[in-house]
């Protein structure tokens, strides 16, 4: 009589070769599972649970790690006062946008993630660095798992960038590695981490465990050789990193490339820098040689606003440190629909939604009668609460077909109760709406009290969406309804 294995067990019983052991495991969280759930208990994520082969554990004894850069496997807790700080060295990309988003350049040793939508640019902007630094004399290494050396020649000839960059066309994480000793190139760049595997996993390319251990061993050579490493990675639909969270946490810095793929501006945004300020944008044009830096990108946003128009209005943004003017723009329709639309584009629905609500209370204005769309031009995204008070402008503008001044700004954060707050970086925001020729702004009247005017421009407070409505639409002035109702 034969014997068989127990279904499920990794091992060899008389001679019968055991099923290898498997998981289940979320390709968005990595949660893993018993059996197979249609949606992941811990990210909500459906259709995201795939079985995935578990690779043995190791059977020598308790290994030692070190996760300080450089430590000894022996070391021994010291005083933190006796720690003496190294500056790190730094290296320009050749864009000034992207040094500024980085903090100054390149950090010898660092792993920086560049994610993005597909078609957005980040080849093109991962040539034009390799190409810089190869004309610097520094060897750059670019490992290609989706397109061929071809198709890449034929990027790098576009861009005139080809001449001094090594390719290799591999997705094996262990045969990188080898090439990457033996080659010994100044800064390596992997396109992308999610075609990476490795032959220590039996999963496939893209799955939670091939992201995790590929992207760990890159970040260990980056660490132990002083090499930078960049990696490319993919977004999912919510326009999130494509792979599990701990992706983003062994990296030193995460870079977000955002933009319309038809349009011409791209904005880069630092999420998380080790070595550099963070949440700070840089803005670039995409033309027929590649990427260049856009010096002033308030004037290129507001190139094309129109004049005169209903719903249009200037909002002076703060990303990271630098102050940027947008236009916002708002579309109040008669809606023949039971529930009206409510779209937005580059803002919050949400808050958008309770702006909408604080006009319909606090100006008296019918919106649940109209279709309302709401949309930062250009492709810019804006997510700080010193819209408030511009999206309401915007709306009431719309709705009651009276356009504002065009030499108008305007900033500040509403509440619930239809009061204006202060907001940070006020002076700055004027500054900026001075330099590119704003006459008026209308600011919460705690920052016209306290902030310092600058030449040229008219500052003036309100307190209130009422104040607002009665400085704005004298003509049509609805009925504010107190804050006390």
Known sequence: MSRVPFAG??????GAVARPRTSFVCQQCGAQFAKWVGRCNDCGHWDSVVEEAVAPRPTAGPQRTSIAIGAARDAKPVPLGSVEPQTASRVSTGLVELDRVLGGGIVAGSAILLGGDPGIGKSTISLQVLGELGRRGMK????????SPEQVKMRADRLGSGDSIL????????EVL?????????????????????????????????????AAALVTMAKASGRPTILIGHVTKEGTIAGPRVLEHVVDTVLHFEGDSDGGLRLLRAVKNRFGPTNEVGVLEMGESGLRDVGNPSAVLLAERPKGAPGSVVLPTVEGTRPLLVEVQAL???????????????????????????VDKRAGLKLWEHDLFVSIAGGFRVAEPAADLAIIAAIGSSA??????????????????GEVRAVRHAETRLREAAKLGFARAIVPAATARGAKAPDGLSVEGVASVGELWSLLFRARRPRPEPLDA
């Open 332 to 358: 109040a329709a008669k809606s023949a629909l039971a529930m009206p639309r409510r779209t937005t584009l580059g803002l919050d629905a949400n808050r958008v939604a309770v702006l909408t609500a604080i």
């Open 9 to 14: 067990v990794g091992r060899v019983v008389s």
């Open 167 to 174: 390719i290799l066309p591999e997705t094996c994480v262990e």
């Open 178 to 214: 080898e090439q990457v000793e033996e080659t010994n190139p100044a800064v390596v760049l992997v396109d992308s981490i999610q075609t990476m595997h490795s032959r220590e996993l039996a999963s496939a390319p893209g799955s939670v465990g091939q992201v995790r251990e590929c």
């Open 140 to 147: 750059a290494l670019y490992v290609s798992g989706e397109e």
């Open 400 to 417: 009651s077909d009276q356009p504002l001044p065009a030499d108008l700004v305007l900033f500040g954060e509403v509440g619930l109760a």
